[in-house]
């Protein structure tokens, strides 16, 4: 085989390789399409096949598209591969058209880093008079080159990205970040390798090559900013209508446990009516009975605040109902300005589960619970227990109670031992 022509299919080979691996890292943590790994392997072949047959087509076929038409052939052959690798992409993943030009956008430039940095190397190490190394050095040289770009943006970047997923990508700015992919660096990228046939003096295409370095780290650092702050907005709202949800919750259970108290001190009192009564006959140690049930309904928790009482009176009349015993030491005035609705998320959530894994004992001997509320060393220290074969709590659960915990610079740890679960918290309200 011509040794132009080796060079030529093995310097392709390298850049799809490149484009299908840095595409595959950014998209890598989206859904698949049904049969995602057939369609990929379908998608691998024609990326195969399309690149063998085009150089041979722009080296043997037609010289002329790689030798005056190079600049002209080579941006329009990857604007195109741009616009294939979106809909690739499409056609593996479910995700929205956004998400595909994210990581498509964010893929290229990776690539285009490490081209131009195998680019910028074999220039400065050349001087512009190097032959054509064999295939093999070609091959081990973009390895190294692409592992050198690739690692340290999956470290910074796609990993990063990858927790907070980019399934939910639905911002149209991505088209702009297409654009400046597809002229500022793809076109960057191809003047800087035309330039190297000129009589251009080595140190402004090595300054040029540095520039293009340049505009891909910082469209790749703006394309994650632009997500990044997308997905800190997102998660800023959702946590707003969660604490909302949380206060109307309170609000709900307050006016619930006022209405509850008032009617059940409303038929104590007709109940302590009929006893005086001389009327009441056999009936006394019914409503005898009656009267001792409406004490459990008439008791509201006094511990010097208000949202506690409300969420410990609540959880204790259903403790009531199914039989466990709720043991309460609690000095609300430690939990000083903590809001209503974190008081009620925390412990409601907190004493949800204790009720669950009460339930769930099989030995109706041990269905107590146990909570110890008080200040020490100025901190407002929480200790629940109760007994349990295992944690009751879902990962979203102590999510959810770690993060008010955070808020009030805090901390909460659950564990289970001997057939005991503890939650023990500290706050800073």
Known sequence: MDPRMTSVLGEAAVTMVQIVLAQWLFARRLPLRAHGTLRGIVVLALTAASTLTASWYGTVAQPDLMGSRQLATVFFTFGLVLVLCVAAVLFIYDCSPWSALYCCASGYTMQNLASGLSGFCTLCASGLNAGLLPLIHTLAFAAAVTAIVYIPCYLLLIRRLSDRGLALVQDRRMLVVLFIVANAVIGFDV???????????????????????????????????????KRLQGELASQRQLMDEQARQWQLSQATVSAINARSHQMRHQVIGLLASSAVGSDGRLLREVSRELDIYDAQAKTGNAALDVILTEKGLICAQKRITLSCIADGTALGDMAPADIHALFGRALDGAISGVEALSDKSRTSIRLDLRERAGMAALRLEFYADASPYSPADLTAMRAIADRYEGTLSARVADGVCTITALLTP
């Open 191 to 229: 003047i800087n390798k035309a330039l190297e046939v000129f009589a251009v003096p080595f140190g402004i295409i090595a300054s040029l090559r540095v520039v293009h370095g340049v505009v891909c780290v910082s469209v790749l650092a703006a394309s994650f900013e632009l997500l990044y702050n």
